[in-house]
């Protein structure tokens, strides 16, 4: 069993008898309004909370996603889930959607609720960015496995790791773990909804030459997920990571032939720089 942590902050809100209902806001992640004969209640991200109409609040939750889709036939799920943290003497708010399982935690209370999955086998990953369907995990969440290719009990692609994950978890571990610091540089690329690993991308370290400088960028993606607007969704995601770390400008080399990531770094703003028989340096702005 897998659990994702969600990014945001959540509420739980119970709203005002014959008030209005709260229209849903455009974009939002999470909005679950519940209606019965005497309660209504909603379950949102606490940056999209109304203010009025509401009696009763309580926020600072952080939600688990259940990783994949659940057939109805399934039982115990949540037995599961919820008993490990009884035993803990953490309490939960759980909701379910049509394809899977929420469970909220109060966020003091998170890493303690993490711990004792963990400690029953349950795996949680703690993505660090998300994209609408990706999720950027750090690289060394489990490192020697991808470097060894050691597949067993992993929610892997069957083509993952790709030869560049391989090569990359390698380096890091022979150089004595030079990228491992916070924030981390290389992350996993696992699909947001299932969990299940794709690829990886990172900053390889600043680029200088006579025509460019700037922080270069890689990235892998398994075989088996290509053709799907992954890789330029991965590239748009790592330039939400660079915005936010106050990296000005990025750049990256293909092979001459490599018309995939021609595109999704086009797509992306990317612009070439300069090719030779060794390949293409594209470079962009971060901040255009």
Not at 120 to 140: K, Q, R, S, Y
Not at 155 to 170: I, K, M
Not at 271 to 278: C, F, H, Q, T
Request: charged fraction near 20%.
């Amino acid at each position: 069993m897998l659990l994702i942590r969600q990014l945001q902050t959540y509420s739980v809100l119970k709203l005002e008898s014959g008030g209005q209902i709260p229209a849903i806001p455009a974009n939002t992640d999470y909005w679950s309004i519940t209606i019965t004969d005497d309660e209504r209640s909603l379950v949102c991200l606490t940056a999209d909370a109304p203010v009025s109409g509401v009696a009763e609040r309580a926020d600072n939750w952080c939600a688990f996603r259940v990783a994949g889709t659940m057939e109805f036939s399934l039982t115990g799920i949540v037995a599961q889930i919820s008993g490990v943290l009884a035993e803990a003497k953490i309490g939960i708010f759980v909701l379910s959607t049509f394809d899977t399982d929420y469970i909220l935690v109060a966020n003091p209370d998170a890493a303690s609720a993490m711990a004792a999955w963990r400690t029953a086998g349950i795996e949680v990953l703690e993505p660090l960015h998300f994209t609408p369907t990706l999720a950027f995990v750090d690289l060394f969440y489990e490192i020697e496995a991808v470097a060894s290719n050691s597949r067993e009990g992993k929610t892997w692609a069957p083509d993952y790791p790709h030869e560049g994950d391989l090569r990359v978890s390698a380096l890091l571990l022979a150089g004595g773990d030079p990228a491992h610091v916070d924030p981390p540089g290389y992350f996993q690329i696992r699909l947001r909804g299932s969990g299940v690993a794709v690829g990886g991308i990172g900053f390889k370290g600043e680029h200088v030459s006579e025509e460019l400088t700037a922080m270069e960028i890689g990235y892998a993606l398994a075989v088996s997920q290509q053709g799907q607007g992954l890789g330029t969704q991965a590239i748009a995601g790592l330039i939400e990571i660079a915005k936010s770390r106050g990296i000005t400008k990025l750049c990256a080399k293909t092979d001459l032939d490599n018309f995939a990531s021609h595109k999704a770094l086009t797509r992306n703003g990317f612009v070439e720089n300069s090719r030779s028989a060794s390949g293409i340096w594209w470079e962009r702005s971060v901040h255009n």
